[in-house]
C-alpha cells in the first residue's frame, strides 16, 4: 500500500470534517487557526489582561458572530489561552442556558462551581477549584509565623478555643484515612488519593512530633502551631475579609478532603444537603431556607468567591452562549440580572455575552437595562468570515488531526489549487469550510456514487444526539444531576407525539407548588381520561425527597383514577433501609397507592440530558445540512419536533419507554 492509499483509508475510518458544531467549548478537538477571527480573540485577551491587572475593574464583552462563524470555538479559544499561560492568569467558566428564572443567582452559582469543579486536563483530575485553593493555602504557608498568630488571635476572639492538640487533630484524620483505605472496593483514583493522603498525614505526624520535642537550648519558647493549616487559613481570611462567610470559607477549604469533596461541591452549588453530609462539613441544614432566602445565600458565596479571586488576581471569566434559548421575558430578565450583578457588583468576574447581531437588535438590545446594554457594548467584536488562505489552514488542521503533519502539508487528496479557487469568491464562515470539505471529501473517497445523497435533517440530528450521549457518558461528572434539564427533556417529549405514541395531551401545566413539574390531562387511545402529576427530583436531602413524594400520594388520595409519576437521576440514590426509614416507608406508600417511580439509570439519563442540549443547540442555529446544491442551512425547530416524534415515541431505547407506557395507560 503506497502512501496516498494509506491516507485514503485514514480518512476513510475517521472523517475529520464530518463535524462542524464545536458544541462543548471544553471539548478540545480541532486545533487553533491563530488568523482566524484574531481581532476578536486578541481584543478580548487584552480585556481579560486588564482584568487580570484590575480586577475591580466593572467592565463585560459582547461578541457578535452569525450562525457557524465560530463563536464557540472562541470560547473554547479562550479557555486554552487560560490553562496555557505561564500561572494560569484567570478561570474559566461556560454558562449553558437557564431554564428556571425563578433561580437565577442559584443556577449561576451552580453553573459556575460546575465549571471550576471540572479536571483542566484529560490527563489528571486537578480542577480549576484546586488551583484556587493552592494559591490559598501556598499564601498563608508563606506568611511570617507571628502575622499570622496575631490575624488568627484577632479573628478567634469572639470564638471558644480549640478543643485539640494539632497531633490530635492529625492523628484522628490519619485514622479516618487508614479507614478510607481499608474499605472493600476496588483499587481505584480514589483508593490512591486515600493512600496518598494518609502518607502525607503521617509525615505531618512526624515533623510535627520533631518540632514540639523540647529544645533546652532556645531561650524563648515558640508560640504552639495551629491545629492545621485549614484552620490557618481560615483565620487568615476572616480577619482580612470580614465581609467573607466563615462557613464559605470553611467549606471551601474542606474540598482538598477526598471523602468530603462531593459534600462540598453540593454545598458550594447552593444544594440541600443530608444530615450526614451537613455534620461531615459542619454547616447548618439548609432545607427550611425560602427559595429567596437561598438566592441570597448563593449571591453570598458568588461575592464571598469573588473577594478571593480579586485578591489573588485570578479573574473569572464567564461566558454566556446560545442565547437564542433565552426565549421568554422572564430568561431575558435573568439575564440581566446576571450581566448586571457580575459587571457591578461581583469582583473579579467578567462576564462575556455571546450572540448573533440581528439577534441582539431584535430581542435583547431594548428590552434589556440600557446600562447593561451599555456596558457589554463598550467591548464589543464581530467575527468576520474567512478567506481562502485561512479556508485552506482550516482544512489542512483538519487533515492533520487524522493524519501527521507531514502527510497533510500537501493537503492531499485535495487538490490544492481547485481548492483554494472555490473558496476565492468570497468570505465563508468555519462551518461553511467544513461542510464543503466533507462533500469533496467524500467524492474522493467514494468515486463509485454517482453523487452523494445530501444528508436528511433527521440523520444529521441523528448523529448529533447520539455523539452527545457518547460525550455525557464518557465525562458523565460534566453533567450534574440538573432537574431543570430532566424537566425541558420531558417537556419536549411530551409535547411532540407522534401517531404511534398512544396518549393525547389535552392540558398540561407547571404549578406554582416548586415539588411538582407538570399536572396533566391525558387521554389514552384506548382509555378513558385521567389527571396525571410528574415530579422530578435530584434532591439528596431526604426531607426534600419527603415533600417531593408527599405530594405524589396527596395527589393519589385525591384521584383514585389519577396516575403520579415519580422521576429521580439514579446518581441521586435513596439509601435503602435502615437509612431513610421514614423516607422509605413512604415510598412504599406511594407505590402502593399506585405510584409510579422511574430511578434513570445512566443511560436513561445521559439520553434525557442529550435531548435538552440538542434543543439547545437547534435554537441556535448550531446544527446545519446541505441541500443538492450544496447550500447550507441551519436544521430547524421544527425538525427537530419531528425528529422526536419520529425517535423518542417509537425507539423502546429512547429513555423514555416507561414514561409513554405509564402515560398510555399501562
Not at 422572564?330 to 467578567?350: F, G, N, P, Q, T
Not at 413524594?549 to 446518581?571: E, M, V
Request: glycine letters at 4%; charged letters at 30%.
Amino acid at each position: 500500500m503506497n502512501d496516498y492509499d494509506k491516507r485514503l483509508d485514514l480518512l476513510k475510518s475517521e472523517n475529520p470534517f464530518i463535524s462542524s458544531s464545536v458544541g462543548n467549548p471544553w471539548e478540545d478537538k480541532y486545533p487553533d487557526i491563530d488568523s482566524v477571527n484574531a481581532a476578536a480573540f486578541n481584543g478580548l485577551a487584552q480585556l481579560i489582561s486588564q482584568k487580570t491587572n484590575n480586577p475591580l475593574l466593572p467592565c463585560a464583552g459582547l461578541v457578535f458572530g452569525e450562525t457557524g462563524s465560530g463563536k464557540t470555538h472562541l470560547i473554547g479559544r479562550i479557555l486554552k489561552h487560560g490553562k496555557t499561560t505561564a500561572n494560569r492568569p484567570f478561570s474559566f467558566a461556560y454558562i449553558q442556558p437557564i431554564e428556571d428564572p425563578e433561580q437565577t443567582y442559584r443556577y449561576l452559582l451552580r453553573e459556575i462551581i460546575v465549571n471550576l469543579c471540572y479536571p483542566v486536563e484529560r490527563s489528571s483530575r486537578t480542577t480549576q477549584l484546586d488551583f484556587i485553593i493552592d494559591r490559598i493555602i501556598k499564601d498563608v504557608k508563606n506568611k511570617p509565623l507571628s502575622e499570622l498568630q496575631a490575624k488568627s488571635q484577632s479573628s478567634l476572639q469572639n470564638t471558644d478555643p480549640p478543643k485539640t492538640s494539632s497531633s490530635d487533630s492529625l492523628i484522628d484524620e490519619f485514622g479516618k484515612s487508614l479507614k478510607m483505605i481499608f474499605q472493600p472496593k476496588k483499587l481505584n483514583e480514589d483508593f490512591f488519593l486515600n493512600l496518598t493522603r494518609a502518607f502525607r498525614i503521617f509525615l505531618e505526624l512526624i515533623f510535627e512530633s520533631a518540632d514540639t520535642k523540647p529544645d533546652t537550648d532556645k531561650k524563648e519558647i515558640e508560640a504552639p502551631k495551629p491545629a492545621n493549616i485549614e484552620e490557618l487559613s481560615i483565620n487568615f481570611i476572616r480577619s482580612k475579609f470580614p465581609d467573607i462567610s466563615k462557613e464559605f470559607i470553611k467549606v471551601l477549604l474542606q474540598y482538598r478532603s477526598p471523602e468530603k469533596r462531593g459534600a462540598v461541591i453540593e454545598w458550594l452549588k447552593g444544594g440541600v444537603l443530608d444530615e450526614s453530609d451537613t455534620g461531615l462539613l459542619g454547616v447548618p441544614d439548609r432545607v427550611y431556607e425560602s427559595m429567596p432566602l437561598q438566592e441570597q445565600e448563593a449571591k453570598n458565596i458568588l461575592s464571598s468567591l469573588g473577594v478571593l479571586l480579586a485578591y489573588y488576581g485570578q479573574p473569572l471569566v464567564i461566558c454566556f452562549d446560545r442565547l437564542e434559548n433565552y426565549d421568554t421575558d422572564m430568561k431575558k430578565r435573568s439575564l440581566e440580572v446576571m450581566a448586571e450583578y457580575l459587571i457591578d457588583h461581583a469582583k473579579a468576574m467578567l462576564p462575556i455575552v455571546f450572540v448573533r447581531g440581528a439577534q441582539w437588535e431584535e430581542k435583547f438590545s431594548k428590552k434589556l437595562n440600557q446600562q447593561v446594554v451599555t456596558r457589554l457594548s463598550t467591548n464589543e467584536f464581530t467575527l468576520k468570515g474567512c478567506n481562502d488562505v485561512q479556508a485552506l489552514e482550516i482544512i489542512k488542521s483538519r487533515l492533520k488531526s487524522v493524519l501527521d503533519e507531514k502527510m497533510s502539508d500537501d493537503l492531499y487528496p485535495f487538490d490544492k489549487d481547485e481548492l483554494a479557487k472555490s473558496f476565492k469568491d468570497r468570505f465563508y464562515s468555519p462551518r461553511q469550510i467544513i461542510m464543503q470539505a466533507n462533500q469533496q471529501l467524500r467524492t474522493i473517497l467514494y468515486p463509485d456514487e454517482t453523487r452523494p445523497k445530501p444528508v436528511l435533517s433527521s440523520e444529521k440530528l441523528k448523529k448529533e444526539f447520539e455523539a452527545q450521549c457518547s460525550d455525557i457518558l464518557t465525562d458523565f461528572d460534566r453533567y450534574p444531576a440538573d432537574r431543570s434539564r430532566l424537566k425541558r427533556a420531558l417537556e419536549l417529549y411530551i409535547n411532540h407525539k407522534s401517531p404511534e405514541t398512544g396518549f393525547y395531551i389535552e392540558s398540561i401545566e407547571s404549578p406554582e407548588d416548586k415539588f411538582i413539574d407538570f399536572i396533566c390531562r391525558v387521554r389514552p387511545k384506548d382509555g378513558k381520561v385521567f389527571d396525571a402529576v410528574i415530579i422530578i427530583d435530584v434532591e439528596s436531602n431526604n426531607t426534600s425527597v419527603r415533600a417531593s413524594l408527599k405530594r405524589g400520594i396527596d395527589f393519589l388520595k385525591a384521584n383514585s383514577s389519577g396516575k403520579a409519576i415519580y422521576i429521580r437521576d439514579s446518581r441521586c440514590e435513596i439509601p435503602a433501609p435502615p437509612a431513610w426509614k421514614a423516607t422509605n416507608e413512604m415510598l412504599d406508600e406511594f407505590r402502593s397507592l399506585g405510584g409510579h417511580d422511574i430511578f434513570l439509570d445512566k443511560n436513561q439519563t445521559a439520553r434525557w440530558y442529550a435531548l435538552a442540549l440538542l434543543n439547545y443547540a437547534v435554537k441556535e442555529g448550531d446544527i446545519s445540512i446541505a441541500d443538492d446544491n450544496n447550500n447550507h442551512r441551519a436544521v430547524t425547530f421544527e425538525e427537530l419536533t419531528v425528529f422526536i416524534k419520529e425517535y423518542f415515541h417509537v425507539k423502546e431505547y429512547s429513555g423514555f419507554w416507561r414514561t409513554g407506557q405509564i402515560l398510555k395507560g399501562d
